[in-house]
């Protein structure tokens, strides 16, 4: 059995930005349009008008202000709504594919290796972009990498899931090192017309390079102390979005082939059962959680991950104890807690203990114990 470490990390970021004020001015015109369109219905009670949405509802709702997307006028255009992404043909390098090579050679550079040091690649998201072949053959193409490619979703949770499964392999010999990366255009499956979610996704990917210990030379290394992984049925996330839709016309273009939640049942359920998960797994390794010097955890909501943390220390964490990029990148699903990671990491002292977190559709919660070398 090898021991496994963590030694580099990369982030794509798109170039475009909406802020919140941007964001709710379109989706108040479409609101006021929607309204006038219906007036007669409206009054008759046979539809209910429309809310407008404010910048102020969106920060108290999420601790979200901005978010970087892969496409910005699509998005902002109220006859619209939803980003503008022309199909490339099966020559080019597909948007997905894209986006996690950006990720990869930085990850790859700060590990400091190449495409013939890395043995496997896994794309591990939420919004995987075609069915077949897998993404991540595709990224293994690209970057010239010998060995196997294969996808995986666990929704927001595919990141920590992604690591203890290239983890494994390694430990068993099976491979040297392994690419793992998670390019999310969450907007893709956004509805931005709903006031309660228009407001959540953004766009990003991340890439973590997962080695064997005696083989790293980086100055980036964390051992992978533990992992430990759990999931439970619950239909409070959810996105009906399938091939075989077309089987049933019905449901074409209804609202839950887009992302659709019960945030308040998300909120009070997902909390404790992270909390309860990340506790069990540092006493399980005879770990006291007082010696964590930092959560990464996963960015879907700013209330969400000061309640876990509290609950975790007894009281309110430092920014420096669970720091956030939730207010700049919104939630970019499986790559928000490696963005935090990756961005709040090298300050930290050799020893350091930490955690990285990730929680989401499914119910699907992942805890990574992680120790600076």
């Not at 896994?122 to 991540?136: D, E, F, K, T, W």
């Not at 090192?177 to 407001?199: K, Q, W, Y």
């Not at 082939?257 to 359920?269: I, N």
Request: aromatic share 6%; hydrophobic share 45%.
């Amino acid at each position: 059995m090898h021991n496994v470490v963590i030694s580099g990390t990369g982030l794509f970021t798109p170039a475009n930005s909406i802020s919140n004020e941007e964001l709710v001015q379109s989706f108040n015109t479409y609101v006021a349009q929607f309204n006038a369109d219906n007036a007669d219905a409206i009054a008759r009670g046979e539809i209910e008008a429309l809310t407008e949405s404010s910048a102020a509802f969106i920060e108290k709702a999420s601790g979200i202000k901005s978010r970087f997307v892969m496409d910005k006028d699509g998005i902002l255009d109220p006859q619209r709504m939803a980003p503008r992404l022309p199909e490339r043909s099966n020559d080019e390098w597909s948007v997905l594919c894209q986006m996690a090579i950006g990720a990869a050679e930085q990850a790859l550079q700060r590990a400091g290796k190449t495409a013939a040091d890395i043995d496997g690649v896994i794309v591990a998201c939420s919004n995987l972009q075609r069915a077949y072949p897998a993404i991540a053959i595709e990224v293994q193409e690209a970057l010239g990498i010998q060995g196997f490619g294969f996808d995986m979703n666990v929704a927001c949770s595919s990141a920590t899931f992604g690591i203890q499964t290239a983890a494994n392999s390694i430990q068993l010999g099976q491979a040297r090192a392994i690419l793992m990366v998670n390019p999310e255009v969450c907007t893709g499956h956004l509805n931005f017309r709903d006031r309660d979610s228009h407001f959540i996704f953004g766009d990003a990917a991340t890439a973590v390079i997962i080695e064997r210990a005696d083989l790293a030379t980086s100055k980036h290394q964390f051992d992978i102390v533990s992992t430990k992984l759990l999931t439970k049925f619950s239909n409070n996330i959810r996105n009906n979005f399938g091939f075989l839709n077309r089987a049933a016309e019905d449901g074409i273009g209804a609202k839950d082939k887009l992302f659709v939640q019960e945030g308040r049942k998300v909120f009070k359920e997902v909390c404790p059962m992270v909390a309860e998960l990340i506790s069990a797994h540092l006493e399980e390794n005879k770990l006291n959680v007082s010696d964590v010097k930092r959560f990464w955890l996963h960015q879907a909501n700013l209330s969400m991950n000061h309640l876990i943390v509290r609950k975790l220390l007894g009281r309110d964490a430092t920014e420096q104890e669970a720091p956030v990029i939730l207010d700049t990148y919104a939630n970019t699903s499986s790559a928000g807690s490696v963005i935090s990671f990756h961005k709040n990491q090298d300050d930290l002292p050799a020893g350091s203990l930490a955690v990285l977190s990730s929680f989401g559709a499914g119910y699907s919660i992942g805890s990574v114990i992680l120790r600076k070398r």
